[in-house]
């Protein structure tokens, strides 16, 4: 979240920045007043306190020297003090908490580096790698290579679950598997840390990555017990130092986490309901990163880095968009996205013999962010630079490396070849066992 001192002090500058994100922030002139109530109410009560431990001392006096009706006269102005103090503690607690449900609803401050504008349409690419792929034939969206190959069973996930569930069998389900070690081993080769991570969080996990309160809708809650299905492995392993003072020594830390992902996808339409882009459950590959808030902007760009190895390595055309103030997320003071071609969700046309692509667009299979400092003040994930220095908020980023199943259907598109085969990238060979899926 954000800082409360930091609002109060530059209150029109931040509701500025937050409304280049679209949305009404104007709640947020609340905040001094409700600050004022809290330290009236703090001063209030520990006047009374100090006043009734001075009164207590002269309570003890007069009954030491048996004064007995002073003592019960003084003593019942302490009784009401007593009701007074409780009235301000319990005023106090009342504005913390409305501070606190304010700062919890409030996104972070977006970056003076972002585009500005109301949606994605004002994102900005920054570059473009590799050409878009042509064939010699018509090529085939993954949804319908897959189940002409048998590789795919939409219908028995749609029996078994429900929509956007999906059966991956032989082929398939070794190269979501086979793409999953590739992208670990790539990373800790690289220096980051694997991280098995529980699928299931409690509420305070949840609400200190940013994903609750506002998007319970989108995530699964199960019963009983406190426990939410991870949306991605962002959420465990950003909490895992929750409530801990690191060292600065220490940083940065750098993780990998191999997961499922649970999301209920609410609002997704069009080519998204087909094939495995947008389903309820999927596997991920996250970079975490925990750093010095100075570093976090270098991290950043060595983060996304990071991911676009795998694309690089995979030999997918893809580009790189820096997101709008409009368009980031709620945790987030700035993101790229790294997007990746995919064939089926372009128009092509033949010429020459050869088809060609006649439209631009990529689809999404990474997001890289510098959350600053907002993730951390929400967990209260601290470090100190000396053992006597003061205490400051870390800097946390995170980043798909990639996204598997997106991935897969990836490789299916751009490596399907003219008889229904698919050619395996190379570097997948030694993880498949094959140079082909037939």
Request: glycine residues 6%; negative net charge.
């Amino acid at each position: 979240m954000l800082d409360v001192k930091y609002v109060i002090d530059h209150l029109e500058e931040v509701i500025k920045r937050l409304e280049t994100r679209t949305g009404d922030y104007s709640y947020l002139r609340e905040l001094p007043m409700l600050e004022q109530r809290r330290k009236d109410a703090i001063l209030g009560a520990d006047k009374l306190k100090a006043e009734r431990n001075s009164q207590s001392k002269e309570i003890g006096k007069l009954k030491a020297q048996k004064k007995d009706k002073e003592a019960e006269e003084l003593l019942s102005k302490l009784n009401f003090d007593k009701e007074e103090i409780a009235r301000l503690d319990k005023e106090k607690d009342k504005a913390e908490e409305e501070i606190h449900e304010m700062m919890l609803k409030t996104p972070n401050l977006p970056d003076a580096s972002l585009p500005i504008g109301i949606d994605d349409t004002f994102n900005r690419v920054e570059k473009y790698v590799g050409e878009k792929t042509t064939f010699a034939f018509k090529p085939m969206a993954h949804w319908d290579l897959g189940v002409k190959l048998g590789y795919f069973d939409f219908d028995r996930a749609a029996k078994v679950s429900g929509t956007r569930f999906t059966f991956y069998l032989g082929a398939f389900a070794r190269l979501e598997r086979s793409l999953a070690a590739f992208m670990l081993d790539t990373h800790t080769k690289n220096g980051y840390t694997e991280v098995l991570p529980p699928y299931m969080v409690n509420t305070a996990s949840l609400t200190g990555s940013g994903q609750l309160p506002k998007f319970a809708d989108q995530a699964y809650n199960t019963t009983p017990g406190d426990f939410w299905m991870i949306p991605t492995a962002e959420v465990p392993v950003t909490n895992y130092y929750r409530d801990e003072i690191l060292s600065a020594d220490d940083l940065p830390k750098w993780f990998c986490a191999y997961s499922s992902c649970f999301r209920a996808e609410a609002g997704a339409a069009g080519r998204d309901t087909r094939g495995i882009i947008r389903q309820h459950q999927f596997q991920k590959v996250e970079l975490v990163k925990y750093c010095l808030p100075e570093k976090s902007f270098e991290e950043l760009e060595s983060l996304t880095e990071e991911a676009e190895k795998i694309l690089e390595l995979l030999k997918l055309p893809y580009r790189r968009v820096c997101l709008s103030t409009g368009d980031v997320g709620f945790s987030s003071a700035k993101t790229y996205d790294l997007e990746v071609w995919m064939p089926s969700y372009n128009d092509y046309e033949e010429k020459d013999g050869v088809f060609v692509p006649t439209t631009n667009n990529y689809k999404e299979i990474s997001s890289c962010s510098n959350d600053t400092d907002y993730q951390a003040r929400r967990m209260n994930i601290r470090f100190k630079r000396t053992k006597d220095s003061k205490t400051e908020y870390v800097h946390m980023l995170n980043g798909s490396g990639l996204a598997v199943g997106r991935t897969v259907a990836a490789v299916i598109e751009n490596y399907q070849n003219a008889d229904g085969t698919i050619t395996v990238p190379e570097v997948l060979r030694p993880y498949m066992g094959t140079d082909i899926i037939k």
